[in-house]
């Protein structure tokens, strides 16, 4: 079964396994095998007041609906082009008082537009909203107490005068959310900032080692992904990374040598690792990015002669700490940390993976503005190269990456052809504008891009 605009791809039944898509043609690296609107979605409630509810776009100054006071949009175009979607949460929320959480919002998007278009296979879609998976029957005893606390809460915000659905339904709708919602990022896909529904994705079927770029935390054990799928979507992956536990040997790699730690220090070292994730963790939400600093460097040198450099729980404290060193301006330390982190994630990653061209990124940049222009120029262009598949030539990130490649070529050149002026314009450069760099760390990693609600 095919459908406009999805003609890459078919639909299927694999015993044990239920709906998937599969490719009916191959397919070169960076090629699109499809694009999907989403069939409703909402920004996260902590965000509304800064990201525009209809391109999900971080501006610094949005327009407020005149009438709900809720919605936030760019200008005067996004308003117009949301009101189709928002007209009935605009009274909905005026009648209610307040605007509800995101997913009673997601929620009643989602039956306005049945309601508009009827039940059944809307447009471009291969499966109806009705049929998509929702996994209520296998929800434990909190999972139902909360499906029901938002059965209740919406039936709450649906107003009288509306189509009115069966509770069957309407929990339906809600553990599709649950199971099936994907987060949405900002135009520079670095913050999670939204959460929608897309039924052609949903059929996508998932893998550890994927052969596109829909991850779903490739980076940890298999046992902890397992884990997180069961969870999630209620099924055990069984795909050949979890059955032969591929790559854990790397991501659990202790240091190689003649004087091998022995079990008990490497148990103690990784509890250790895990106590401090919670400290940083604390410490980045108050904002004590220099208490974070000392987290880490404190926790390296405990590390570094027992943990291997593939060692996940390396990875994730050299990741921090390039990040938040960063961001302090401590470029050439951060600089030190980042190109460790890449190295390590060079060999437990996808050469194509998404989160890897992001890292290789971050790093690029970091090591640009401590100075260090041939690694910094060469990062970015394998930042470019891994995202130019991953995320297209015309998405934002990647005309960033080019610009920042085509500079960066330029500095080197003039790096190569004198030293030493290199430098001196540099720091003549840097006296009269001030570096900017990363963004303020949060407390979130990369966005996931499955949305599973807290």
């Known amino acids: 079964m095919t459908k406009g605009g ?40 902590s965000l509304t007041h800064v990201i525009c509810h209809t391109c999900f776009k971080r501006q610094e100054r949005l327009h407020r609906c005149g009438q709900c006071k809720f919605a936030h949009y ?31 919002r997601l929620a009643a998007r989602i039956l306005w537009k049945m309601e508009r278009e009827g039940t059944g296979l809307s447009e471009g879609c291969l499966v109806p909203i009705e049929e998509l ?35 069957q339904l309407i929990s339906h709708i809600f553990g599709v959310i649950s199971c099936n919602g994907f987060t949405l990022s900002d135009q520079r896909g670095l913050q999670a900032v939204g959460v929608g529904i897309f039924p052609n994705l949903c059929q996508a079927n998932h893998d550890c080692w994927p052969n596109c770029t829909v991850v779903f935390n490739n980076g940890n054990l298999s046992e902890e992904r397992r884990a997180q799928l069961k969870k999630q979507y209620y099924f055990d992956c069984a795909c050949e990374h979890c059955k032969k536990q591929l790559k854990d040997d790397l991501m659990l790699a202790v240091k190689a040598g003649e004087s091998k730690p022995s079990a008990d220090t490497v148990k103690e070292v990784i509890q250790l690792s895990k106590d401090t994730l919670e400290k940083i963790n604390k410490a980045r939400m108050e904002g004590h990015y220099h208490e974070v600093v000392k987290l880490c460097r404190d926790c390296l040198k405990k590390q570094e ?46 050469p194509n993976n998404a989160q890897l061209g992001m890292a290789v990124m971050r790093a690029g940049v970091t090591h640009w503005h401590a100075g260090l222009i041939e690694a910094g120029h060469g990062l970015i262009c394998k930042a470019y190269a891994i995202l130019l598949i991953t995320h297209g030539p015309s998405h934002p990130i990647t005309k960033d990456l080019e610009v920042m490649r085509v500079q960066t070529e330029m500095e080197l050149r003039m790096f190569q052809q004198n030293e030493f002026m290199y430098y001196k314009m540099r720091e003549a450069a840097l006296k009269n504008q001030k570096i900017q760099v990363m963004p303020e760390p949060s407390n979130e990693n990369a966005p996931s891009l499955f949305h599973k609600k807290e």
Request: aromatic fraction near 12%; hydrophobic fraction near 40%.
């Open 305 to 350: 002669p027992v943990l291997g450099d593939t060692n996940i729980y390396l990875l994730r404290i050299l990741s921090i700490a390039s990040e938040v060193l960063s961001y302090l301006q401590m470029f050439e330390e951060a600089a030190d940390y980042a190109k460790r982190m890449v190295d390590g994630y060079l060999k437990i990653y996808h």
């Open 133 to 167: 998976q929702n996994h209520v029957d296998s929800f434990g005893e909190e999972e139902k107490k909360e499906l029901r606390a938002d059965v209740e809460s919406f039936l709450e915000f649906w107003p009288p005068h509306c189509q009115q659905f069966g509770m």
């Open 6 to 45: 999805m003609e890459a791809v078919e639909l299927f039944t694999a015993e044990g396994k239920g709906r998937g898509l599969k490719a009916q043609k191959e397919f070169l690296p960076g090629d699109v095998i499809f694009a999907e609107p989403a069939y409703a979605a909402v920004v996260f409630d």
């Open 74 to 104: 760019c200008d005067r175009t996004c308003q117009r082009a949301a009101w189709l979607n928002h007209k009935n949460e605009c009274s909905a929320i005026k009648r209610h008082g307040k605007a509800p959480s995101e997913n009673i």
